[in-house]
């Protein structure tokens, strides 16, 4: 029986360069290590206005150093802990931001951000894809996988997974692309 493989996909990250890596978020020892948690913030810290979520170190620093994409997959994706966590990294001149979000676009908070921290870049938001369960970031051509909060914002002990290539998963999320609202 002939085995059919995909045909390739040409990226700008050589396959060789990407290693699948596991990464603990919010513990007290680094995100490489499994320790407990840090401290818990209460539901009423959230709506501190002075608070703002810390992304993870590694990813921060992908999206940093992004050139083409940062497409985003999250249920939950919102500007107080995902978009917050990691609006300085955007800065940076990422060219095509997309988001696609149970949550509506946080169209007043991105023009108040923006007035603050300019990003060079629209970011383009769509709700849609009810059958999303994780979360999913792609960074130009690297796929990040998330238990919770794309970027790793969300106070609670999770994990998220890196170096996966995008050429699959940019087949997924250009199709839910043009079916979302």
């Known amino acids: 029986m002939a085995v059919k493989s995909n045909p390739i996909i040409s ?17 007290d020892s680094g995100e490489n290590s499994c320790f407990w948690p840090r401290n818990k913030i209460g539901p009423s810290e959230f709506d ?11 990813f921060f620093e992908a999206v940093t150093l992004a050139s ?10 919102d500007h107080k802990i995902g978009l917050s966590s990691i609006w300085r990294a955007l800065t940076c001149g990422v060219k095509d931001i997309r988001i696609i979000s149970h949550e509506p676009k946080p169209g007043e908070w991105i023009k108040a951000r923006q007035a603050k921290d300019p990003i060079n870049s629209d970011i383009q938001w769509k709700n849609g894809f009810q059958e999303l369960h994780d979360r999913f970031a792609i960074v130009d051509d690297e796929v990040w996988h998330f238990g919770s909060t794309v970027g790793g ?25 043009e079916s979302s609202v």
């Open 48 to 58: 501190d206005p002075s608070w703002e979520p810390i992304a993870s170190e590694e």
């Open 153 to 177: 914002g969300y106070t609670r002990f999770s994990a998220a997974s890196r170096g996966w290539n995008a050429a699959d998963l940019s087949v997924l999320f250009k199709n839910r692309w």
């Open 68 to 77: 083409e994409r940062l497409w985003i997959m999250d249920p939950f994706f």
């Open 11 to 27: 990226t700008s990250i050589p396959i060789a360069v990407l290693k699948p890596k596991l990464i603990w978020i919010w513990t």
